[in-house]
């Protein structure tokens, strides 16, 4: 790859690819916002008969306003990535750091990455504010207060820094000591950390934000138990979690890997959905471990990563690749850092196919709860939940296609009906 480019060359090209993929951003929110408007007045006819046109003009007004604002926050990043790149950002925080670490050490690479998380999340500190305590307090949705917000911050920052500091100095180091092939040893650093992550997770990090609870007896949990005992499915337990201390939206999710694995319900969920319902939504979830899908997403994320780490690893030799990006003085971190800041730049067009993906799961998902449980009741806890989480039931189709996990509304539930008939 030598010489593919030259520094100036790949500045205006990475210049190029950070405002079309800011306007493509901002087009599709535009049309989303639009979108959602015309079609406000009415509920969709098939909604008509669960959904009030009170609810259906809430969702739009809350869907606008998310909307808007994440186009604002889409300029800001935008905006602070050029600085930190071809605004010479990065450069300044290495040479700031290597006042007191020795250039290009581990310790230096673990400051100057530390240094550049502590400045990135006080600058989006602002914005996790406003959408708390404005956005989802406005639509009644917020349930934290000051306090929680502030130890959940210190809570997460310092499990953060427990966790990633020792990652960080490991990946820097193999980068530094592994020759040519390092890409390979800090890609199975990494799966290795992942898988670890992904197994103490539940049971030792999940607890320290919330309470998990035991399901306890009764009507949902005998639903519960014949839908796994039909459904073959072995878990580590059935919890209910107070996700109701931050939030009023509800979910329902499975955590952890193999033998550890539980199902987690909010609280919220439970409250809103009655037991064939919250039965229908379980077996939508044991549709995605039935087909495979956690598995087949990991396998395609760790894929992804070696791909990324080899194309890193042919990267971090040309100097174009820095000087373009602002960095005069280069190094494994600033190497390390560059590529994963700007990569998102060049992948968001690439959103559509992991979209697609994910709302194909969604429909084969869908298609597992109708055979194990009941498709209308599962329609019912839908419709539900689009009601109580303000959901928008028209998003616009452009919008949908780049940013949907899941099938717009219309779609997924006459698929339902579909399969009931
Ligand atoms: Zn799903």
Not at 89 to 95: A, D, F, N, P
Not at 110 to 116: E, P
Not at 288 to 312: D, Q, S, Y
Request: hydrophobic residues 50%.
């Amino acid at each position: 790859m030598t010489d593919l480019f030259s520094a100036h060359q790949f500045s205006l090209l990475f210049l190029f690819a950070l405002v079309s993929s800011v306007l493509l951003q901002l087009w599709l929110a535009l049309r989303h916002i639009n979108h959602v408007k015309r079609h406000c007045r009415d509920v969709p006819s098939e909604f008509a008969e669960q959904i009030t046109l009170e609810s259906h003009q809430r969702a739009a007004a809350y869907t606008v306003v998310k909307t808007r604002f994440g186009m604002m926050t889409t300029l800001f990043d935008a905006m602070v990535l050029a600085a930190f790149t071809l605004g010479g950002g990065i450069e300044w925080l290495s040479q700031l750091t290597a006042q007191w670490f020795t250039p290009n050490s581990t310790a230096h690479g673990v400051a100057l990455i530390a240094a550049l998380g502590v400045v990135s999340s006080l600058l989006s500190l602002p914005f996790s504010l406003i959408s708390t305590f404005v956005i989802e307090a406005r639509f009644g949705f917020n349930q934290m207060s000051a306090k929680l917000f502030i130890t959940d911050l210190i809570k997460s920052t310092a499990i953060g820094a427990a966790i990633g500091l020792p990652l960080i100095a490991a990946v820097l180091w193999l980068m530094g000591a592994m020759g040519d092939n390092w890409w390979l040893y800090v890609w199975a650093t990494w799966l290795a950390f992942s898988l670890t992550l992904m197994w103490v997770f539940p049971t030792f990090i999940a607890p320290l934000f919330n309470k998990f609870v035991p399901m306890e007896d009764g009507e949902m949990k005998d639903r519960i138990v014949g839908l796994l005992n039909r459904c073959g499915f072995q878990s580590n337990g059935l919890f209910v979690m107070d996700g109701s201390k931050r939030s009023s939206h509800g979910n329902a999710y499975f955590t952890g890997l193999g033998k550890s694995k539980r199902i987690v319900f909010f609280d919220t969920l439970l409250k809103h959905l009655s037991p064939p319902e919250v039965e229908a939504v379980l077996a939508h979830e044991l549709g995605h471990f039935k087909h495979r899908h956690i598995v087949k997403r990991l396998v395609w994320t760790f894929a992804m990563m070696l791909g990324l780490l080899w194309l890193l690893g042919q990267l971090k030799a040309q100097m174009w690749f820095y000087q373009g990006l602002g960095v005069t003085t280069p190094s494994t971190a600033t190497a390390l850092m560059l590529f994963f800041m700007v990569l998102p730049v060049f992948t968001f067009l690439f959103a559509p196919i992991s979209s697609m993906m994910s709302r194909k799961h969604e429909y084969e998902a869908d298609a597992f709860a109708a055979s194990q449980s009941s498709s209308s009741d599962l329609v019912n806890a839908l419709v539900k939940l689009y009601r109580d989480n303000a959901a928008t039931l028209t998003p616009d189709p452009w919008h949908s296609v780049f940013y949907d996990s899941h099938p717009p509304a219309s779609l997924r539930i006459a698929a339902l009906q579909r399969l009931a008939n």
